[in-house]
């Protein structure tokens, strides 16, 4: 991927904060000003068209699990997954369950 993808508009590019909406499900620019002078938490960016696929309950799970994580260790970003599948049950394993 390129930088102008990654910067310019599309379906790669764009980036929005989606910890911080507004109004009519916008999103502000990715990023922050200034870390102790906002209000705002720590962002969780993605671009835009991942964003609006997205439901509340995804933001929402993904917001939180970025912001319970301890940011910049040891000087690289901290990154989680945006969508968390669910885990897969095997057959056997549900059978095993269900006779205990």
Same mark, same amino acid.
């Given at each position: *991927? @390129?930088?102008?993808?990654?910067?310019? /508009? #599309?379906?790669?590019?764009?980036?929005?904060?989606?910890?911080? &909406? !507004?109004?009519?499900? /916008?999103?502000? &620019?990715?990023?922050?000003?200034? $870390?102790?002078? @906002?209000? =705002?938490?720590? &962002?969780?960016?993605?671009?835009?068209?991942? $964003?609006? @696929? *997205?439901?509340? #309950?995804?933001?929402?799970?993904?917001?939180?699990? /970025?912001? $319970?994580? $301890?940011?910049?260790?040891? #000087?690289? &970003?901290?990154?989680?997954?945006?969508?968390?599948?669910?885990?897969?049950?095997? =057959? !056997?394993?549900?059978?095993?369950? =269900? =006779?205990?």
């Amino acid at each position: *991927m @390129s930088l102008k993808e990654w910067f310019g /508009k #599309g379906p790669k590019g764009d980036w929005v904060d989606i910890g911080a &909406p !507004k109004k009519k499900g /916008k999103y502000q &620019p990715c990023g922050r000003k200034s $870390a102790s002078k @906002s209000k =705002r938490g720590y &962002p969780k960016c993605v671009p835009r068209a991942k $964003a609006k @696929s *997205m439901t509340k #309950g995804q933001i929402k799970s993904a917001v939180q699990r /970025k912001r $319970a994580r $301890a940011q910049g260790v040891g #000087g690289k &970003p901290t990154n989680v997954k945006t969508i968390v599948s669910k885990k897969k049950t095997t =057959r !056997k394993t549900r059978r095993k369950t =269900r =006779r205990s």
